[in-house]
């Protein structure tokens, strides 16, 4: 999983704001996944995206978007319509028939 | 929908015993069984998976049993080490890939 890359590390966004969360993989991987995790819980999906310019809501899509222009690449933004969007944010992605999934060393998003 | 219950939520042990956390599942097409660990601050790391046609995996110290009939599998740590303190999370896919994870157990090794 040292291949898959996330951007910043630490970001803190002002209310009304949409920020842009960066994750990038180097593995060939044709899937990539967005989770959300808050303190004490579980993972839970985002979105995620099984080849370019395609992709699917998870559980809580809800004021987030995200786009699959590169195989490589697949941003996340906070939109401002997420409304306690305060959480630790993993990418992760997966090769062939979807299988083993690696995560990114996440980004931790603070609402100031 | 789907669903995996993962128990404990907590488990305590003393450096040297071993330890067992349990999941179960709803899905009946579920495939693909991986259990992960996080510790504090940082990224889950996979330590052992297994697919619905094994039912027992062992990688040292670590081990996965899979009870496909009663839509069940563990994850059993034996010789316990301080280091193996962590959230462990269980997680199950059938071939769209996506996971469902469980809500993880908070393992403490006591030295």
């Known amino acids: 999983d040292g291949g898959i890359t996330q951007s910043p590390k630490y970001l803190f966004r002002k209310e009304g704001q949409n920020v842009t969360l960066s994750c990038e993989q180097n593995?060939?991987?044709?899937?990539m996944y967005w989770y959300r995790q808050d303190p004490g819980q579980g993972l839970r999906l985002i979105y995620y995206s099984q080849i370019v310019n395609d992709f699917q809501k998870g559980d809580i899509a809800e004021g987030y978007s995200v786009s699959r222009e590169k195989k490589e690449s697949f941003p996340l933004t906070v939109t401002s319509a997420q409304k306690n969007p305060t959480a630790f944010y993993l990418c992760a992605s997966s090769g062939v028939n979807f299988g083993t999934q690696y995560f990114g060393p996440g980004t931790r998003l603070t609402v100031l | 929908g789907e669903n995996v219950e993962q128990h404990p939520s907590t488990l305590s042990v003393q450096e040297g015993d071993s330890a067992v956390i349990k999941c179960t599942y709803s899905?009946?097409?579920?495939?693909?069984f991986p259990w992960y660990k996080q510790e504090l601050g940082k990224r889950p790391q996979l330590i052992i998976d297994i697919r619905s046609n094994v039912g027992e995996k062992k990688d040292q110290r670590i081990a996965v049993t899979l009870n496909k009939t009663a839509k069940h599998f563990s994850l059993h740590i034996t010789e316990t080490q301080p280091e193996d303190s962590a959230v462990y999370f269980c997680?199950?896919?059938?071939?769209?890939?996506?996971?469902?994870f469980g809500q993880g157990t908070e393992l403490s090794v006591k030295p």
């Open positions: 593995l060939n991987h044709d899937a």
């Open positions: 997680a199950t896919s059938n071939q769209g890939g996506k996971l469902i």
């Open positions: 899905d009946s097409a579920s495939n693909y």
